[in-house]
């Protein structure tokens, strides 16, 4: 039977153990210090800040994998180290990396937050945790000889509180990332109560921002913009919070999208730092862009049921993408075309049956009619036409009616009017066409919405649908 301990023993074990750690203790205390009074000093204001400190924080993500590592691994040494004393003392080496590698993830992620403007309870709270867990860590260094000398069992009781803090601290980054119902979202009906989990909302309102402009947001800002991590201060998950704006004021500006701050960062070229979405997700569709642009002009009201300019029903799905054949025995004929002609014919993807993409950007002033007919040849594998700016005429119609695999169609500040839009009817693939800016003619409405598989019209600032960017503010 193993002896206890007397009280005056353990005195004196911790009275050596004072003596003989006090630089460490006095260190420790003062890096508690300086993490402790880091969120009061800097504060997190929601605001973007240095290039440097963007930098140095993005290796966060990578960083902050070591301490979880260690730290798993640490309890496994400690328990094995009882028999094997190698282990113990690898044990020792593990925890004391797991703590210097702990303070790093949480002064790079630190740098990540501030330098980026992420601000937000959900990024406070992962903040604090990594914080806690740091403290946690060094307190364990300090103890765990007293332990190995029997004289304190504080040791398994602080690696345990400090797992537990780890585990949190992770759900807590989890949620940053992939928001926080990422983990009880598929949750089944029946555990929901017991972990104290409401069921999601869900909005049945047959408004256009219901229909068409959240789910936008939804699926490419909201990661940034939410609950817990409100970029820039700035929250996309409800309407009232979308027109109250962030950091830098109001984002919307009813009827006036010029000076709508949302609509200018998710225009801007991708290269620019100021572009949204931003850390390199994918941009907006032109055709979303548009619908948010539409909405704004036309008083960007939550109640709003059909937008003038964008599709406004969902009745109508698009048809099953066909494959457009094998292209790549063309592919010479292609560059002796963009030599004489101009316009680009852009792979969709590396697979040739995906077809085609008309680009016109270099050649818009001079491509015409004319050299739309010109295409016949090519016209079975483009699926997408971008005309936008070019000199094209209603003629433009006749020849993309022989396009029989296009989904797509740009149209934007053409001299269109719409007259004999009907040859469009037999593309059976075409779902999406944008006319703004054009002079298209209310008399070709009803052949334009008679389109059978075309669910997204553009038309702003068309005599059919003639609100303009000058519209003054009501």
């Known amino acids: 039977m193993t002896a206890t301990k007397s009280p005056i023993k353990l005195t004196v074990g911790w009275t050596r153990f004072l003596q003989r750690h006090r630089a460490l203790l006095i260190g420790a205390l003062s890096i508690s210090a300086l993490l402790l009074i880091l969120p009061e000093c800097i504060k997190l204001d929601g605001r973007a800040h240095a290039n440097w400190e963007q930098f140095l924080g993005r290796f966060h993500p990578f960083a902050v994998h070591l301490p979880i590592g260690l730290l798993v691994l640490l309890p496994i040494l400690e328990v094995a180290g009882s028999r094997r004393p190698a282990l113990r003392e690898a044990a020792e080496l593990v925890l004391g990396l797991a703590c210097l590698a702990c303070l790093g993830s949480v002064v790079l992620g630190y740098l990540l937050a501030f330098g980026s403007g992420d601000a937000g309870t959900i990024v406070v709270r992962h903040l604090w945790g990594g914080i806690t867990l740091s403290i946690l860590l060094m307190a364990c260094i300090l103890v765990r000889s007293q332990w190995i000398e029997g004289n304190s069992q504080i040791y398994p009781v602080m690696l345990s509180g400090a797992l537990l803090v780890l585990i949190w601290t992770a759900h807590q980054g989890g949620s940053i990332t992939h928001g926080d119902h990422y983990l009880t979202e598929y949750m089944p009906a029946r555990l929901r109560p017991l972990f104290g989990v409401r069921a999601a909302a869900t909005s049945n309102a047959d408004t256009f921002y219901a229909r068409k402009i959240d789910p936008i947001f939804d699926g490419n800002c909201v990661t940034c913009h939410r609950a817990g991590k409100a970029k820039g201060g ?91 054949g094998d292209y790549s025995a063309l592919m010479g004929e292609i560059a002796q075309m963009r030599a004489s002609l101009g316009p680009k014919l852009l792979p969709v993807s590396s697979k040739p049956s995906d077809g085609l993409i008309l680009n016109t950007e270099d050649t818009a002033q001079t491509f015409d009619d004319a050299a739309l007919a010109r295409l016949g040849k090519f016209a079975p594998y483009i699926v997408e036409a971008d005309l936008a700016r070019t000199a094209v005429t209603d003629k433009s119609f006749e020849t993309l009616g022989t396009f029989t695999n296009l989904r797509a169609i740009h149209l934007e500040g053409t001299q269109v009017t719409g007259s004999g839009i009907a040859k469009l009817s037999p593309l059976s693939q075409l779902s999406f066409i944008n006319l703004s800016e054009t002079k298209l003619s209310p008399s070709a409405l009803p052949a334009l919405r008679s389109l059978k598989s075309v669910r997204r019209i553009y038309t702003f600032d068309t005599p059919a649908d003639p609100v303009s960017k000058s519209t003054p503010p009501q």
């Open 234 to 324: 700035l929250r996309l998950d409800s309407y009232e919070l979308l027109m109250r704006g962030g950091n830098d004021g109001p984002v919307i500006v009813p009827r006036d999208p010029t000076h709508s701050l949302l609509l200018q960062r998710i225009t801007l070229p991708r290269e620019n730092s100021k572009a949204m979405p931003a850390d390199g997700r994918t941009p907006l569709k032109p055709e979303q862009i548009a619908a948010i642009q539409s909405w704004i002009e036309q008083g960007a009201l939550q109640t709003t049921q059909a937008v003038a300019g964008a599709s406004n029903s969902q009745e109508r799905e698009d048809a099953p993408v066909r494959p457009v």
